[in-house]
């Protein structure tokens, strides 16, 4: 079993930028892909960015497409998103998931493990 453990929110200006961290434990993460996705209040939890295995592959959404970078780190275990020029828009709780394919995805139900989350709140 994965647990995924999220870090590195908070409240930032626009045009700010963050790092969140997602340490994975109780696995390695070597062979499995890994999603970041995001739900803002009221709206449907939605999609990303993907990383295939080792992060040579990797997926983004349309809306956050040359703003946000996902990497990985197998040897830490550790997922990242790097999020630059942050807009209103970005507000969400944003959670780390895994899936035990080498390949990306970019469904939700595709994710078989899931951190907790990690708000992320930028002010106009």
């Known amino acids: 079993q994965v647990q995924l453990v999220e870090s590195g929110g908070g409240l930032v200006q626009a045009g700010d930028s963050l790092r969140l961290s997602c340490v994975a434990s109780?696995?390695?993460?070597?062979?499995?892909?890994t999603g970041w996705f995001r739900q803002a209040p009221g709206k449907e939890r939605e999609f990303v960015a993907a990383?295939?295995?080792?992060?040579?592959?990797?997926v983004y959404a349309d809306s956050v497409k040359g703003r946000f970078t996902t990497s990985r780190d197998n040897a830490r275990n550790t997922v990242y998103l790097q999020m630059n020029s942050l807009k209103p828009d970005d507000t969400a709780v944003y959670y780390c998931?895994?899936?035990?394919?080498?390949?990306?995805?970019?469904?939700?139900?595709?994710?078989?493990?899931w951190g907790q989350g990690t708000q992320v709140t930028v002010s106009s």
């Open positions: 998931a895994a899936r035990p394919f080498i390949g990306v995805s970019t469904t939700s139900s595709e994710y078989k493990h």
């Open positions: 109780g696995r390695s993460l070597s062979s499995y892909s």
């Open positions: 990383a295939s295995w080792n992060g040579g592959s990797t």
